[in-house]
Each structure stands twice: as structure tokens, then as C-alpha cells.
């Protein structure tokens, strides 16, 4: 069951004790750690960018995680290709207003490419705050650019991938986790990346690489890159990630989960900040997480699939707030009004009604009418031209008390996930700071 916890949270220069049911909208959070770097990327070397670097980072404020305006990222859903879109992120918020959105990931080049298209990519709507932009790369001046270019849309927070295993990114475009054996270039690009915007920076990893999977090698990597650069975020997913060819799924699912590595880099970096991800599946195990002392969490895919189970508990069971009390019926009725506004916006019939209904698919999941609706949908992706005449025809397949009910009920998942995780962390990490750096 969900009980009252309190807990410490640490976010960036600031500690408040709060209780998991008691909200906090009078709580009024420091501003974010603003930083000038003014590092020239066209023509620049390596050496020149981080020489640039340290002579010239100024922090113009105390050291925050998060604006003013919001609570921090005690849940985040995490960037997922073809299914954090516009249109996903635009449901998840109809039901949670606290969560911390993020977009997929966006290869600097497209951004730079893409410079007289840049709102397809980049643009939302406000409502959509907080949300984090994830961009990835291997080419310091693209990501100065596209970052720059990236700035009038005002995300909350710029995230550099470096935990993708797919062979497309880390394979053949040498990005993504590959750049994990590669901690010094991974420094210097999170300098140009937070020479080039007002917001806080952060990287999201893996805790390794094939053989390069110590605890000691992952402390190497989080100490160059925090110490080359402005970065003091990082999300740790919580398996290493193997580039012999398998598949991204698989890369989910064999290497193990180490979630003693992730708590002792809390216990060796007291000085970051830390958001957990990999295998948590339900806010009672992102209560589980932040019980024993975790700074953030992070969710993927469960967030996708079961949305109404998972994102419609985050603001009452995570954050203390009072329910919303909309019903899925309220939610479809806004979405609607949302989807219609955007159908054939890019030209060419896209996107379509079946591009913007994706999202709401799982919906229903384990609820009666769920697989009626589903093969309702299929069916009516086929000739609905708008997202009234797709919710007239395939809503009927769901009964009035679903419709109409708001979240309610105890969510499932694993209390003690984290329960004996203290008693397994590794030995603490000393940094030898001369090899650490310039290795």
C-alpha cells in the first residue's frame, strides 16, 4: 500500500523535508545555476575548448536543478525514440502536472540540418513544462549550433545522450552510450553545450560498456565529465549496455540491474545530483527509490504502456498534490481538442488521425472494453479524417463507469525493491585527479 513517507530532497543547493501526501505549491524553489562560457566552437581544438572552459566559466547564481516555477524531477518519463513526441507529451501532461517530460532524442545534426523547419522538431506547447530537450552527437561545433539553435524554445533543461545502444546511434553513428569510453570528449561537449544555452545541463548514461563495466570506471567517467564541464546531473540507467549487436530491447532486458552502483555514487559524489532509472515500473517503486535517499527517478516504458496506472498516481502519491480529479473521458475530450488542431500541420496528411491516436492506445489497459477498443481504433485509423469522428466510433467500446471514473485504487509494485541495496554498494571511490582528468 501507498503510505505518508518523508524524505530528504536534494536538489541542487537546496533541502526540503516533505511528505509524500502533503502538497507544495506555496514551496518556492531557488533558481537554476546560470552559466557563461562563451566557448568558440568553429575551428576550435579539443585542448582550446576546454582551456575556454576553465578561464572563462563564470556562475552568475547558487547552484539549482530546477526553475522557480517548478517542483523538482522527483519523476521523469524518460526520452524514448518514436514515442515521447508532441503527441505523447501533450497526453502525459493531461494526466500528471508535475511529472518532468522529455522529448526523444534529436541528433544535433538534425537540428542544425533542419534550420528552416526547426518548429517541426523543436516546438510545443507551454503546457507541456516542465520538459527537458535530450539531443545527441559526436561533433562538438553541431552541438554548440544545435543547442543555440534550440534556445528560443525555452526547454527547462538540455539532457546529452550517452546511454542509446541501438547499433544506429552508438554503431554506426558513434554516439549515444559509445561515448561512455570516452569520459574527456564527453566533458568537453557538455562545455559547448552549456556555453550555448541558460538552462542547466545534464547526461544521461549507462553504469558501463561491455567489459568496461566497473564501479570504479563509472566514477572515473562521472568525476572527468563534472570536472571538465558545468554538468552536475546525471541519469544513471542502471544496467551496462553490450555493442555486440543486440538489440536495443535486449539491452533492456539482459544485462543485470546494479542499483547499488547508482547509491553509491550518491554516497561518492555528494556534490551531484543523481536521477535512478532502469526496471521501475510503478510510483511504489519510485516511492521505493526515494525512501532510500535517491535524488530523482526516472520511467520509461511503463509510463507509455500503462499511463493511466502509472502518470495518473505521480501527482498525488510522488508529490503530495491533491488529485485533479479528471476522469479519462475529461482527458479524451481536451485531447481532442488538441489533436484536431494539429492533424495535416506538417503537410501531406501528417500528421494523420492514426499518428496522433497512437498514444492514447493504452489508455484502457486491463479495463473492460480494452481489446474492443483497440480493434475499434485499427479500424477507424483506416477513414477518420478527425479525432471527434475517431473518439464517436471507437469510444462506444467502453462502458460509461471506466469512462467515467477518476483515478482511484492502490498501484501495484515492488516495495522493497531497494530494501537491502546499502548492504551491497561497492567499495568507496578515490579519485587519482591528475590520471582521472587527462587520461
Same mark, same amino acid.
Given at each position: 500500500?501507498?503510505?505518508?513517507?518523508?524524505?530528504?530532497?536534494?536538489?541542487?543547493?537546496?533541502?526540503?523535508?516533505?511528505?509524500?501526501? *502533503?502538497?507544495?505549491?506555496?514551496?518556492?524553489?531557488?533558481?537554476?545555476?546560470?552559466?557563461?562560457? #562563451? !566557448?568558440?566552437? #568553429?575551428?576550435?581544438?579539443?585542448?582550446?575548448?576546454?582551456?575556454?572552459?576553465?578561464? /572563462?566559466?563564470?556562475?552568475?547564481?547558487?547552484?539549482?536543478?530546477?526553475?522557480?516555477?517548478?517542483?523538482?524531477?522527483?519523476?521523469?518519463?524518460?526520452?524514448?525514440?518514436?514515442?515521447?513526441?508532441?503527441?505523447?507529451?501533450?497526453?502525459?501532461?493531461?494526466?500528471?502536472?508535475? $511529472?518532468?517530460?522529455?522529448? +526523444?532524442?534529436?541528433?544535433? +545534426?538534425?537540428?542544425?540540418?533542419?534550420?528552416?523547419?526547426?518548429?517541426?522538431?523543436? $516546438?510545443?506547447?507551454? =503546457?507541456?513544462?516542465?520538459?527537458?530537450?535530450?539531443?545527441?552527437?559526436?561533433?562538438?561545433?553541431?552541438? $554548440?549550433?544545435?543547442?543555440?539553435?534550440? *534556445?528560443?524554445?525555452?526547454?527547462?533543461?538540455?539532457?546529452?545522450?550517452?546511454?542509446?545502444?541501438?547499433?544506429?546511434?552508438?554503431?554506426?553513428?558513434?554516439?549515444?552510450?559509445?561515448?561512455?569510453?570516452?569520459?574527456?570528449?564527453?566533458?568537453?561537449?557538455?562545455?559547448?553545450?552549456? $556555453?550555448?544555452?541558460?538552462?542547466?545541463?545534464?547526461?544521461?548514461?549507462?553504469?558501463?560498456?561491455?567489459?568496461?563495466?566497473?564501479?570504479?570506471?563509472?566514477?572515473?567517467?562521472?568525476?572527468?565529465?563534472?570536472?571538465?564541464? &558545468?554538468?552536475?546531473?546525471?541519469?544513471?540507467?542502471?544496467?551496462?549496455?553490450?555493442?555486440?549487436? !543486440?538489440?536495443?530491447?535486449?539491452?533492456?532486458?539482459?544485462? &543485470?540491474?546494479?542499483? +547499488?552502483?547508482?547509491?553509491?555514487?550518491?554516497?561518492?559524489?555528494?556534490?551531484? /545530483?543523481? *536521477?535512478? #532509472?532502469?526496471?521501475?515500473?510503478?510510483?511504489? +517503486?519510485?516511492?521505493?527509490?526515494?525512501?532510500?535517499?535517491?535524488?530523482?527517478?526516472?520511467?520509461?516504458?511503463?509510463?507509455?504502456?500503462?499511463?493511466?496506472?502509472?502518470?495518473?498516481?505521480?501527482?498525488?502519491?510522488?508529490?503530495?498534490? &491533491?488529485?485533479?480529479?479528471? *476522469?479519462?473521458?475529461?482527458?479524451?475530450?481536451?485531447? %481532442?481538442?488538441?489533436?484536431?488542431?494539429?492533424?495535416?500541420?506538417?503537410?501531406?496528411?501528417?500528421?494523420?488521425?492514426?499518428?496522433?491516436?497512437?498514444?492514447?492506445?493504452?489508455?484502457?489497459?486491463?479495463?473492460?472494453?480494452?481489446?474492443?477498443?483497440?480493434? /475499434?481504433?485499427?479500424?477507424?485509423?483506416?477513414?477518420?479524417?478527425?479525432?471527434?469522428?475517431?473518439? %464517436? %466510433?471507437?469510444?462506444?467500446?467502453? &462502458?460509461?463507469?471506466?469512462?467515467?471514473?477518476?483515478?482511484?485504487?492502490?498501484?501495484?509494485?515492488?516495495?522493497?525493491?531497494?530494501? #537491502?541495496?546499502?548492504?551491497?554498494?561497492?567499495?568507496?571511490?578515490?579519485?587519482? =585527479? %591528475?590520471?582521472?582528468?587527462?587520461?
Amino acid at each position: 500500500m501507498l503510505c505518508p513517507i518523508k524524505r530528504m530532497v536534494k536538489f541542487s543547493a537546496y533541502s526540503l523535508m516533505i511528505s509524500s501526501f *502533503t502538497p507544495f505549491h506555496s514551496i518556492i524553489l531557488k533558481n537554476p545555476r546560470r552559466f557563461s562560457l #562563451n !566557448i568558440p566552437y #568553429n575551428q576550435s581544438t579539443k585542448s582550446r575548448i576546454i582551456s575556454s572552459y576553465t578561464q /572563462k566559466v563564470q556562475i552568475h547564481t547558487e547552484d539549482a536543478m530546477v526553475a522557480s516555477r517548478y517542483l523538482p524531477p522527483l519523476f521523469s518519463v524518460a526520452p524514448m525514440m518514436e514515442w515521447t513526441d508532441n503527441h505523447y507529451r501533450t497526453f502525459a501532461r493531461l494526466i500528471s502536472k508535475h $511529472a518532468w517530460l522529455y522529448t +526523444e532524442m534529436l541528433a544535433a +545534426e538534425t537540428i542544425v540540418y533542419q534550420k528552416g523547419n526547426l518548429d517541426r522538431f523543436l $516546438a510545443y506547447s507551454p =503546457e507541456q513544462h516542465p520538459i527537458v530537450l535530450q539531443i545527441g552527437g559526436s561533433n562538438l561545433e553541431n552541438l $554548440a549550433k544545435a543547442t543555440e539553435l534550440a *534556445t528560443p524554445y525555452h526547454y527547462d533543461e538540455i539532457n546529452f545522450n550517452c546511454g542509446c545502444p541501438s547499433p544506429k546511434v552508438a554503431g554506426h553513428g558513434c554516439f549515444g552510450v559509445r561515448l561512455m569510453l570516452d569520459p574527456k570528449f564527453v566533458g568537453e561537449a557538455m562545455s559547448v553545450i552549456a $556555453a550555448n544555452t541558460n538552462v542547466p545541463v545534464s547526461v544521461k548514461c549507462r553504469i558501463g560498456v561491455d567489459d568496461h563495466d566497473s564501479y570504479n570506471e563509472l566514477c572515473d567517467f562521472i568525476y572527468k565529465v563534472s570536472s571538465l564541464s &558545468p554538468t552536475r546531473h546525471f541519469i544513471i540507467h542502471s544496467r551496462k549496455a553490450l555493442l555486440n549487436g !543486440i538489440s536495443p530491447a535486449d539491452n533492456r532486458r539482459i544485462p &543485470p540491474l546494479k542499483y +547499488e552502483y547508482y547509491y553509491a555514487l550518491l554516497r561518492d559524489f555528494p556534490d551531484l /545530483k543523481f *536521477t535512478i #532509472n532502469g526496471g521501475i515500473n510503478s510510483v511504489v +517503486e519510485v516511492n521505493a527509490a526515494l525512501r532510500e535517499g535517491a535524488h530523482g527517478v526516472m520511467v520509461g516504458r511503463a509510463a507509455y504502456q500503462y499511463p493511466w496506472q502509472t502518470l495518473g498516481h505521480v501527482d498525488t502519491a510522488i508529490y503530495g498534490a &491533491p488529485s485533479s480529479g479528471l *476522469t479519462r473521458r475529461e482527458i479524451l475530450k481536451r485531447y %481532442e481538442e488538441y489533436g484536431d488542431s494539429v492533424l495535416g500541420r506538417n503537410g501531406n496528411n501528417r500528421p494523420n488521425v492514426r499518428e496522433v491516436a497512437r498514444p492514447l492506445l493504452n489508455l484502457f489497459y486491463s479495463e473492460p472494453g480494452n481489446s474492443l477498443w483497440k480493434r /475499434k481504433a485499427d479500424y477507424a485509423f483506416q477513414h477518420c479524417t478527425t479525432m471527434k469522428s475517431f473518439f %464517436e %466510433e471507437t469510444l462506444v467500446a467502453i &462502458p460509461d463507469s471506466v469512462l467515467d471514473s477518476p483515478i482511484a485504487g492502490v498501484p501495484s509494485g515492488r516495495e522493497d525493491l531497494f530494501a #537491502n541495496v546499502h548492504d551491497l554498494l561497492p567499495s568507496p571511490y578515490h579519485a587519482r =585527479e %591528475e590520471e582521472a582528468l587527462y587520461a
